[in-house]
């Protein structure tokens, strides 16, 4: 794992600077640019330790990359830059020629895929926008969405395994009263994601007669909201033992929320987060969090497109990447006992 003194070496900036970026600290003047190099080297050095690999084959094609977020989207929630950079790496190490295609004005530029050999589209797409791409596009591997898995291929993540890994050990240490902070996604101007952590989460506990509905929080997938919905919980003076966040964005607003309130983490608190950021390592108490190993599912992207293009493949493939859950120092042992409201 990169440390942060070797992360600010690479970016050119100080040790404490990359600490408060990591965290963010909103207090913290430095531009956006700074920010996201930041963000980007964090991402890269971690993911160089994770895979060591020969130089491939070199591919002769053009692909274009449509990114379902925007650049300021990307610097409050990393969680699609990893793919991203999973993509472009792939790509450079193909000698693939990468088109970089952002939504303008609320419209993708689908005159630029014409002539492409294939899209990689990442993020979340409503049926609208697929039939938009595919009237455009000869081949698409959609990334962490699966709009249609007999027409395109596709790379996910199995959500709701994730989160039953999560209430699993959640269980196991003891805690009966668990609370779901959790963000809201929408498609084809407004229409709502149906999110299969939250979903999970419901299902699971519901059937064990523990799910409470005064412990689920619902916003937007980053720490300004994190912080928001945890300050809420707070005030409410009756929170759970533990809390599974669907964003490692969001826990980390949430955790600094349970600091300003004088609530120890993980002695009053438990957290567990959600995919495994850079910065998640670096935080005070050092996060719990479910394990996406989102560059992953961008060279898988890369990897599918150049096999359908040079096997000739008719019949579409669904890969699902497993994640994996890490303990670190924010979970632990329900000391409260069951059942207890004390604080």
Not at 190 to 205: K, N, Q, S, V, W
Not at 238 to 251: E, K, R
Request: proline letters at 3%; hydrophobic letters at 40%; one cysteine or more.
């Amino acid at each position: 794992m990169a440390t942060l003194k070797e992360i600010a070496e690479k970016v050119g900036v100080s040790v404490a600077t990359v600490s408060r970026v990591l965290n963010y600290d909103t207090t913290l003047s430095v531009s956006d640019e700074t920010r996201r190099r930041i963000f980007e080297v964090a991402q890269e050095l971690n993911y160089k330790t994770l895979r060591e690999r020969s130089q491939q084959a070199r591919e002769s094609f053009r692909f274009g990359l449509i990114h379902w977020y925007s650049e300021s989207q990307e610097i409050d929630d990393p969680y699609y830059m990893a793919i991203r950079l999973g993509v472009e790496k792939e790509c450079f190490d193909r000698g693939i020629e990468l088109v970089k295609l952002f939504k303008q004005n609320g419209v993708y530029p689908t005159e630029r895929m014409e002539g492409l050999d294939g899209v990689i589209a990442v993020g979340k797409f409503g049926s609208k926008e697929v039939s938009t791409f595919a009237s455009s596009a000869k081949q698409i591997v959609f990334v962490d969405c699966s709009p249609d898995e007999r027409r395109f291929d596709s790379v996910v993540i199995d959500l709701r395994q994730a989160t039953i890994a999560v209430l699993d050990y959640l269980l196991e240490m003891g805690h009966t009263e668990i609370g779901y902070i959790g963000g809201r996604e929408y498609v084809d101007e407004g229409t709502p994601i149906r999110d299969e952590r939250e979903a999970a989460f419901y299902e699971y506990l519901y059937l064990k007669g523990m799910y409470n509905p005064r412990y689920v929080s619902i916003g937007a997938f980053t720490a300004e909201d994190g912080y928001r919905l945890m300050k809420e919980a707070v005030s409410s003076g009756d929170l759970p033992t533990a809390f599974f966040i669907a964003s490692d964005s969001m826990a980390i607003g949430a955790l600094r929320a349970l600091h300003e309130a004088g609530i120890a983490v993980p002695e009053d608190v438990a957290v567990v987060g959600f995919n495994d950021l850079p910065m998640a390592a670096f935080l005070h108490p050092p996060l719990s969090t479910v394990k996406v190993y989102t560059e992953f599912m961008g060279e898988t992207s890369v990897e599918l497109l150049v096999e359908r293009l040079t096997t000739k493949r008719v019949i579409c493939k669904k890969v699902v990447v497993p994640t994996d859950l890490v303990i670190r120092a924010s979970s632990g042992a329900n000391r409260k006992g069951a059942g207890s409201k004390e604080r």
